[in-house]
């Protein structure tokens, strides 16, 4: 056998039943919210009938079978690559665009379990430590949304291989995936600055032709955001529609620090079961903010400070989780933190319980994923 399938065999055997796991609580949490829809007079939730391609996965379903012009303006903050990987899907499936994207969502994210695993071994050298990180991201409370049709998976698969190359010093495909992921989240344009980071290292020592290599991989994040922004300006008249859309919907963003402070009034006041229940995750992430910065080389802790900071600064923490899903290198930070095989299986046993149960909320229409 080559080489290479050896070891992609035995990333497999990490990442399999990990994320076999994760499907299967994403069953159980589908299997509570149909037992409770059932109940004598309860409502029939919309996301329970959609399944795996409820809440942005409808959008995203939409926007893949008809483009934008298909769903209502509101639709142009998706960004596109995802639903256009699902309408190449969708060709392939007799046009099923829906069950294209969700196919797509499972195959990235085992793929992206692979990378991970492959990027913390680089990193810290430690195959525990690696399959911790796999189990983490595996069963993140919010990590039921990469069983789903959302965009997370890709991103995820595009954002850890964007940070494998640019260790590597593999500028230029460093760079072709980071436009890639800015196709697909907002947030991939914040892989700019850990690409500016690795990028000044040892620069000064760097020829002409190098110092263009590197420059395409802090370039690639901002051209394909920017690349978004342009085509809405032609196709809409508004270059600034997908990130207006994003702030209508979750507020004008306030600055960090005043929106936690608000979110500890949240927890006291009407907002306890709203707003207030997203603050002890925010508490968390940036907990693990700060074992990623003590951890792993500057270039990851800028990432996640980036991805925090704009999901913290919302007025609306609806889906704060899944944001924070985006900063991969947290989950990292939680396998080191739960080194110990007591914590490691606490862990895992709270963090699984959370997904069967943030699942079966998505599907009352309770929680927004």
Same mark, same amino acid.
Not at 54 to 63: H, K, L, N, S, T
Not at 158 to 164: A, N, Q, R, V, W
Not at 258 to 282: I, N, T
Not at 301 to 310: K, Q, R
């Given at each position: 056998?080559?080489?290479?399938?050896?070891?992609?065999?035995?990333?497999?055997?990490?990442?399999?039943?990990?994320?076999?796991?994760?499907?299967?609580?994403?069953?159980?949490?589908?299997?509570?919210?149909?037992?409770?829809?059932?109940?004598?007079?309860?409502?029939?939730?919309?996301?329970?009938?959609?399944?795996?391609?409820?809440?942005?996965?409808?959008?995203?379903?939409?926007?893949?079978?008809?483009?934008?012009?298909?769903?209502?303006?509101?639709?142009?903050?998706?960004?596109?690559?995802?639903?256009?990987?699902?309408?190449?899907?969708?060709?392939?499936?007799?046009?099923?665009?829906?069950?294209?994207?969700?196919?797509?969502?499972?195959?990235?994210?085992?793929?992206?379990?692979?990378?991970?695993?492959?990027?913390?071994?680089?990193?810290?050298?430690?195959?525990?430590?690696?399959?911790?990180?796999?189990?983490? #991201?595996? /069963?993140?409370?919010?990590?039921?949304? %990469? $069983?789903? &049709?959302? @965009?997370? +998976?890709?991103? =995820? !698969?595009?954002?850890?291989?964007?940070? #494998?190359? /640019?260790?590597?010093?593999?500028?230029? %495909? $460093?760079? &072709?995936? @980071?436009? +890639?992921?800015? =196709? !697909?989240?907002?947030?991939?344009?914040? #892989?700019?600055?850990?690409?500016?980071?690795?990028?000044?290292?040892?620069?000064?020592?760097?020829?002409?032709?190098?110092?263009?290599?590197?420059?395409?991989?802090?370039?690639?994040?901002?051209?394909?955001?920017?690349?978004?922004?342009?085509?809405?300006?032609?196709?809409?008249?508004?270059?600034?529609?997908?990130?207006?859309?994003?702030?209508?919907?979750?507020?004008?963003?306030?600055?960090?620090?005043?929106?936690?402070?608000?979110?500890?009034?949240?927890?006291?006041?009407?907002?306890?079961?709203?707003?207030?229940?997203?603050?002890?995750?925010?508490?968390?992430?940036?907990?693990?903010?700060?074992?990623?910065?003590?951890?792993?080389?500057?270039?990851?802790?800028?990432?996640?400070?980036?991805?925090?900071?704009?999901?913290?600064?919302?007025?609306?923490?609806?889906?704060?989780?899944?944001?924070?899903?985006?900063?991969?290198?947290?989950?990292?930070?939680?396998?080191?933190?739960?080194?110990?095989?007591?914590?490691?299986?606490?862990?895992?046993?709270?963090?699984?319980?959370?997904?069967?149960?943030?699942?079966?909320?998505?599907?009352?229409?309770?929680?927004?994923?």
């Amino acid at each position: 056998m080559p080489a290479s399938l050896r070891v992609l065999r035995g990333d497999l055997a990490v990442v399999v039943p990990a994320w076999l796991c994760a499907r299967v609580l994403v069953l159980a949490g589908w299997v509570v919210a149909k037992a409770a829809a059932s109940a004598p007079g309860a409502a029939q939730p919309r996301a329970l009938a959609d399944g795996l391609q409820a809440w942005d996965g409808g959008w995203y379903r939409e926007i893949a079978a008809g483009g934008y012009d298909a769903v209502p303006a509101d639709g142009l903050r998706f960004y596109p690559l995802h639903p256009l990987l699902g309408r190449l899907g969708g060709t392939l499936l007799g046009g099923h665009e829906g069950l294209a994207l969700v196919v797509i969502a499972n195959v990235a994210s085992l793929a992206a379990l692979v990378l991970l695993r492959r990027l913390v071994v680089r990193e810290l050298g430690s195959s525990a430590l690696a399959e911790r990180s796999v189990w983490m #991201l595996a /069963l993140w409370p919010a990590s039921f949304v %990469l $069983a789903m &049709a959302y @965009g997370e +998976a890709v991103f =995820l !698969v595009l954002s850890i291989g964007t940070f #494998l190359l /640019l260790r590597d010093r593999r500028w230029l %495909l $460093a760079g &072709a995936l @980071g436009l +890639a992921a800015a =196709l !697909v989240r907002p947030t991939g344009m914040i #892989l700019a600055a850990p690409a500016a980071i690795e990028v000044a290292r040892q620069l000064h020592a760097a020829g002409w032709p190098e110092r263009a290599r590197r420059a395409v991989a802090v370039l690639g994040p901002a051209v394909g955001g920017a690349a978004f922004l342009a085509w809405a300006e032609v196709a809409h008249g508004d270059a600034l529609a997908p990130l207006r859309i994003q702030e209508d919907l979750r507020g004008e963003p306030i600055d960090p620090i005043s929106r936690l402070w608000q979110g500890f009034g949240d927890l006291l006041g009407a907002e306890r079961l709203g707003d207030g229940l997203h603050v002890p995750f925010a508490l968390l992430m940036l907990g693990l903010l700060v074992v990623v910065l003590r951890s792993l080389p500057a270039s990851y802790g800028a990432y996640c400070a980036g991805v925090l900071a704009l999901a913290i600064a919302a007025d609306n923490l609806n889906s704060l989780e899944r944001y924070g899903l985006n900063a991969f290198p947290l989950l990292i930070g939680l396998a080191i933190v739960a080194a110990r095989p007591v914590a490691e299986r606490a862990v895992l046993v709270i963090s699984g319980a959370g997904m069967a149960c943030l699942t079966a909320l998505a599907m009352l229409d309770v929680y927004v994923p």
